[in-house]
């Protein structure tokens, strides 16, 4: 079973990728896919260097995530610019480790944990999408103490992903990440059990 696992930034999808993974769900994560295809060395890296400029490299020759982050959150054009180096690479090596994932065990549950998959037009791939949640001002208060960003700083991260009551309507399953781990862990506990039954 091949699921497509998102939310918001803040909303917790860590924490639940954590608890399926426990649980025995093998895990492809899109953002440590996203670090390895830019590791120095890279080609990717060395395209984005070429489009952004030397100074968006820190003095090892790795990326540097948070200052590229403060240029594209409120610069739509230069987000594009970026994804379009980047995604396709991404999205080819999401896919290469869920086809493996599923010949190495057929009946075993794959989940593609992949923060922009709604953005990214991801969705059709997967047979169910679930959406960690949490309103938006949960988000805003998580993401302003755990980055140490400024209100609006963390304003325009959320601005720059889809809203996330929009992805909860969208989604097949909704884990409300605004309760106590337990209750976090307790619903995906039921979510597991429908999946083992189908």
Known sequence: MRIGLTGGIATGKSTVS????????????ADIIAREVMNPGQPLLAAVADRFGPEFLLPEGGLD?????????????????????????????????????????????????????????????????????VPRAVQLERLTMRD??????????LNAQLDIEEKKRR???????????????????VLLEQWVAR
């Open 18 to 29: 954590n608890m399926l993974a426990a649980q025995g769900v093998h895990i492809v994560d």
């Open 65 to 133: 995530r948070r200052r590229m982050a403060e240029h594209i959150f409120n610069r739509p054009e230069e987000r594009e610019a970026l994804n379009a180096i980047v995604h396709p690479a991404i999205r080819a090596e999401i896919r290469r480790q869920v086809d493996a994932a599923e010949a190495a065990d057929p009946t075993g549950i794959v989940a593609a944990d992949i923060p922009l998959l709604y953005e990214s037009g991801l969705e059709g791939l997967y047979e169910k999408i679930v959406v960690v949640y």
């Open 148 to 157: 140490g960003l400024a209100p609006e700083q963390a304003e325009g991260r």
């Open 171 to 189: 989604a097949d399953f909704v884990i409300d990440n605004s309760g106590t781990l337990e209750e976090t862990q307790r619903q995906v506990g």
